[in-house]
Nanobody, 127 residues
Framework: QVHLAESGGGSVQTGGSLNLSCTHSLFTSVNYCVGWFRQLPGKEREAVATLKNDGSTTYAPSVKGRFTISQDTAENTLYLQMNNLEPGDAATYYC?????????????????????WGEGTLVTISS
């Protein structure tokens, strides 16, 4: 069982920055994909940014150039640096992980492929 715990959410003004953290238990699989997702009440959960163990990343078009996903493998921590925040970024942010001992091309980074989820951290934006 893998546990993930987000922190760093809060209230920030439009144009401000936040750095979300997700601490997790040790990944024992050969390959993994970790990611940040967000959700508003009544809306679908959407992918914000993902990171594979080979270092490759993906970003949602709406956050590209403003958000950066990174990890500290020694500390088992995933980060999401969010800059120039906009009202549309307000949501509950979740970190998630897909673990696999299959070849890397079988890795899934979409929300339906994630095996483990954190409980979320709330981000609110004020104008």
């Amino acid at each position: 069982q893998v546990h993930l715990a987000e922190s760093g959410g809060g209230s920030v003004q439009t144009g401000g920055s936040l750095n979300l953290s997700c601490t997790h238990s040790l990944f024992t699989s050969v390959n993994y994909c970790v990611g940040w997702f967000r959700q508003l009440p009544g809306k679908e959960r959407e992918a914000v940014a993902t990171l594979k163990n080979d270092g490759s990343t993906t970003y949602a078009p709406s956050v590209k150039g403003r958000f950066t996903i990174s990890q500290d493998t020694a500390e088992n921590t995933l980060y999401l640096q969010m800059n120039n925040l906009e009202p549309g970024d307000a949501a509950t942010y979740y970190c998630a992980a897909h673990l696999s001992n299959l070849a890397a091309h079988w890795l899934r980074c979409d929300k339906n492929g994630m095996h483990y989820w954190g409980e979320g951290t709330l981000v609110t934006i004020s104008s």
